[in-house]
């Protein structure tokens, strides 16, 4: 335990170098002490909260459940109450957001019959 609290103080030394503009932000340390801090922190499980979700990928919710609604948001799964996005998920999602960024692609609406129509971008007119 104690050389997990050393790691994680050393990383955040690296951290605050790194902010304060002592080291650079594109340096890798070969420290043996930082490499240890990043191999020493345990990772969370294997998926996001949707609120997780929306906070690592910098959306808010009302945007998530609108992408929801039209069909284009990751795949979820649940576990008794909770609703889940596994990290595959959420890859996957990505990949298809990119994608879809580089045919031209905004949003990922299929048509349906009595919906509004939409520009080249997604956006209803």
């Not at 801090?37 to 959306?59: D, L, N, Q, S, Y």
């Not at 999602?93 to 990922?108: I, L």
Request: charged share 25%.
């Amino acid at each position: 335990m104690k050389k997990l609290v050393v790691a994680v103080f050393a990383l955040v030394l690296f951290a605050l170098a790194v902010e304060i503009g002592i080291v650079p932000a594109h340096y890798e340390p070969s420290w043996p002490i930082v490499a240890a801090a990043t191999a020493a922190i345990p990772t969370f499980g294997g998926a996001f909260t949707i609120r997780e979700f929306c906070k690592a990928h910098r959306i808010s919710e009302a945007f998530y459940y609108r992408m929801k609604n039209e069909g284009w948001a990751p795949d979820e799964m649940h576990a008794g109450a909770r609703t889940l996005i596994s990290f595959e998920s959420a890859t996957k999602w990505r990949r298809e957001r990119e994608a879809a960024a580089a045919a031209g692609v905004r949003r990922k609406v299929e048509s349906t019959p009595g919906a509004s129509s939409s520009d080249d971008h997604g956006r209803v007119k």
